[in-house]
Nanobody
């Protein structure tokens, strides 16, 4: 019922920046929270950042001070501004949307590669 379309991934050098976007579309849903998770090869999918409908944000310790999550409620879109990228940020980044009633939706993933 909810579809997520991600964009903005790519290959950048260490110290560079990228901005990821995720747009949610569909009918009969209300968004409680949106966020980003990432999964590196051989690793589990970990939280990067989340933002609630009220604007509260939460970040993984590894990205605090470098990444910023934001949302455009009118467009049902969440963004992740990634600055000062490091090689260890390399992963597939997945958009997540939590709706009411409670249900998690996931985007298709977008590859972020940070080279040395």
């Amino acid at each position: 019922q909810v579809q997520l379309v991600e964009s903005g991934g790519g290959l950048v050098q260490a110290g560079g920046s990228l901005r990821l976007s995720c747009a949610a579309s569909g009918s009969s849903f209300s968004i409680n929270a949106m966020g980003w998770y990432r999964q590196a090869p051989g690793k589990q999918r970990d939280l990067v950042a989340t933002i609630t409908s009220g604007g509260n944000t939460n970040y993984a310790d590894s990205v605090k001070g470098r990444f910023t999550i934001s949302r455009d409620n009118a467009k049902n879109t969440v963004y992740l501004q990634m600055n000062s990228l490091k090689p260890e940020d390399t992963a597939v980044y997945y958009c997540m949307v939590l709706t009411t009633p409670a249900y998690f939706y996931w985007g298709q993933g977008t590859q972020v590669t940070v080279s040395s």
